[in-house]
């Protein structure tokens, strides 16, 4: 019994990391925000408490998930280029010297798409499956 126990549990386990490796993390603005494409540069800025503000001048507020999720570490790592350690030592720095807080986490893809969708200021990301008619995709050069 323990051994199909076993090989059921690395199934799933299998099965888990197969559906997130399918998931595209996008990155989003509300369909309010004319914001259309970022350089890499300009949404690190963004993520990194650089600017609070969008190229075009309007106010920008980024929104991350949760530490824990998946969909974080993929986000920093394509997107930014840094771990989920590294970005968070970048945020302990600049909370310590009271230069910055890292961007207010939420609680998965629907509650980002609600808040994103909601404030024409916001910036977030998650996985592409939650795109609605509410929501932008920015192109990111």
Not at 15 to 38: D, Q, Y
Not at 55 to 75: H, K, M, R, V
Request: hydrophobic content about 40%; some cysteine.
């Amino acid at each position: 019994m323990p051994s199909r126990l076993k090989r059921t549990g690395c199934g799933l386990l299998f099965s888990l990391a197969s559906s997130m490796a399918w998931a595209e993390v996008v990155v989003v603005v509300s369909a309010h925000n004319p914001l259309v494409t970022l350089t890499r540069s300009e949404l690190a800025d963004i993520y990194l408490g650089r600017t609070s503000r969008f190229p075009n001048g309007q106010p920008a507020t980024p929104l991350d998930q949760g530490e824990s999720s998946p969909i974080y570490a993929t986000f920093y790592r394509e997107y930014l280029g840094q771990t989920p350690t590294q970005v968070k030592m970048h945020w302990s720095r600049l909370i310590f010297t009271g230069r910055g807080q890292p961007p207010r986490s939420l609680a998965g893809d629907r509650a980002m798409v609600d808040f994103v969708a909601a404030h024409a200021d916001a910036i977030g990301y998650l996985d592409d499956v939650h795109i609605d008619e509410r929501l932008r995709v920015v192109t990111i050069d």
